[in-house]
């Protein structure tokens, strides 16, 4: 069981898809999972995911659920003991998720 499960959001925003996973293959904590889900993109997001090397568990939906509800669906495949959510328009500095789980760790 990974320590985080990333769910990496995505919806027709193939354009910053890329730099968004970099940013998470670049953290300098590696204890984690991704969960890519695709909320009915129509832009090629799915074809990119599909394509892509990187460890993932990828879900797509068939229909276009909105945020929460695509949130709920990758939160039921998460195993990790932390969520972090990342939407694929956004990136994360490379200490993103060591500072949140060493602020985690020193508070429970």
């Known amino acids: 069981m990974a320590r985080v499960a990333i769910l990496l959001t995505c919806y027709n925003?193939?354009?910053?898809?890329?730099?968004?996973?970099?940013?998470?293959?670049?953290?300098?904590?590696?204890?984690?999972?991704?969960?890519?889900?695709?909320?009915?993109?129509?832009?090629?997001?799915?074809?990119?995911?599909?394509?892509?090397?990187?460890?993932?568990?990828?879900?797509?939906?068939?229909?276009?659920l909105g945020t929460y509800g695509s949130l709920n669906v990758a939160l039921a495949a998460a195993s990790g003991e932390f969520v972090a959510v990342l939407n694929d328009d956004d990136v994360w500095g490379p200490e993103k998720l060591a500072r949140q789980v060493e602020m985690m760790d020193a508070h429970a």
């Open 13 to 64: 925003h193939l354009r910053f898809l890329p730099e968004a996973l970099a940013s998470i293959n670049n953290q300098t904590f590696t204890d984690y999972e991704i969960i890519a889900i695709d909320d009915g993109s129509t832009d090629g997001t799915r074809e990119w995911l599909s394509e892509q090397a990187v460890p993932m568990t990828r879900i797509f939906n068939e229909k276009n």
